[in-house]
């Protein structure tokens, strides 16, 4: 078919503009996801952000909390356990000590008994009930002599609390009156040698017979007035051995007429028997 004349003279059809790359629509995209804001940690250094090493698992507390309680109780056990045991130790070592202690006490003690009797006639010997029996550690000394009023052989029995028997106590002694039988008895602290004095309460010397001079001038430092203490009794002082083996110290004491002076040369001592027998 052929075209007609108006096909031949009309003028060209503009040329199709093909869109150019910049003027093509853009289409749209997948957009990719966008990475997350870096935080502060990310932007620390390298050296930061290295990865842990052992000795910064050694510097940290890698265990759970009950072991931890665990361990604590295990040690405050084991302190209990150690001060219990400390203080039973050092209490079994007080006590022992302390037996010790009562144990040497015990021997060093010395039991001191005796009897004193008077001659009442040729024929009969009595009980001296109420006899005064004073034991002082030999060489002992006193700061200030002790008061006879109350502790001689014509006083009432002393009460404990009086003075001078007290200081007698102090000074390791003993102050004694004998009983209804003539005996006595004591426990001194310690063995070793006494200064022995005994008084009668009943057996007196001859009217003006003085106590011998020797045993006023041994008596004056640790009593006053002497002479006030014996009185007109008949007595007996000796420095005597005293131990845990010692025999009970025996007095008699003779008739008034028997009794000899200083000037006689001789007096009945301790454990003198030759007044006749014991009651």
């Given amino acids: 078919m052929g075209g007609s004349p108006k096909d031949a003279t009309d003028p060209p059809a503009p040329p199709i503009e093909m869109p150019s790359e910049s003027r093509a629509p853009k289409l749209p995209m997948a957009q990719a996801e966008a990475p997350p804001p870096e935080s502060d940690a990310s932007r620390e250094p390298d050296a930061e952000r290295r990865e842990p090493?052992?000795?910064?698992?050694?510097?940290?507390?890698?265990?759970?909390?009950?072991?931890?309680?665990?361990?604590?109780?295990?040690?405050?056990?084991?302190?209990?356990?150690?001060?219990?045991?400390?203080?039973?130790?050092?209490?079994?070592?007080?006590?022992?000590?302390?037996?010790?202690?009562?144990?040497?006490?015990?021997?060093?003690?010395?039991?001191?008994?005796?009897?004193?009797?008077?001659?009442?006639?040729?024929?009969?010997?009595?009980?001296?009930?109420?006899?005064?029996?004073?034991?002082?550690?030999?060489?002992?000394?006193?700061?200030?002599?002790?008061?006879?009023?109350?502790?001689?052989?014509?006083?009432?029995?002393?009460?404990?609390?009086?003075?001078?028997?007290?200081?007698?106590?102090?000074?390791?002694?003993?102050?004694?009156?004998?009983?209804?039988?003539?005996?006595?008895?004591?426990?001194?602290?310690?063995?070793?040698?006494?200064?022995?004095?005994v008084i009668s309460a009943h057996a007196t010397r001859p009217p003006g017979e003085p106590p011998h001079a020797d045993d006023v001038r041994r008596l004056d430092p640790l009593v006053t007035m002497p002479e006030r203490l014996i009185s007109h009794f008949q007595y007996r002082l000796e420095d005597r051995e005293l131990t845990n083996g010692s025999p009970p110290i025996e007095v008699h004491f003779p008739l008034e007429s028997q009794w000899q002076s200083e000037s006689g040369g001789s007096r009945p001592g301790i454990d003198d028997q030759r007044d006749g027998p014991r009651g």
């Fill in 53 to 197: 090493s052992a000795a910064d698992y050694d510097a940290k507390l890698l265990m759970p909390r009950w072991t931890m309680y665990v361990q604590a109780g295990v040690m405050l056990l084991l302190a209990v356990s150690s001060f219990a045991a400390g203080y039973f130790i050092g209490r079994g070592d007080a006590v022992l000590e302390r037996r010790t202690a009562q144990q040497q006490a015990a021997r060093e003690r010395t039991l001191v008994e005796g009897r004193v009797t008077y001659q009442v006639s040729p024929e009969t010997v009595a009980p001296d009930e109420d006899a005064v029996v004073l034991l002082l550690p030999s060489g002992v000394r006193v700061s200030q002599p002790m008061a006879v009023y109350g502790i001689r052989a014509q006083d009432d029995p002393p009460r404990p609390t009086h003075e001078s028997v007290r200081t007698i106590e102090e000074l390791q002694g003993a102050y004694l009156r004998t009983d209804d039988d003539g005996r006595f008895r004591a426990v001194l602290p310690s063995q070793g040698e006494y200064l022995v004095l």
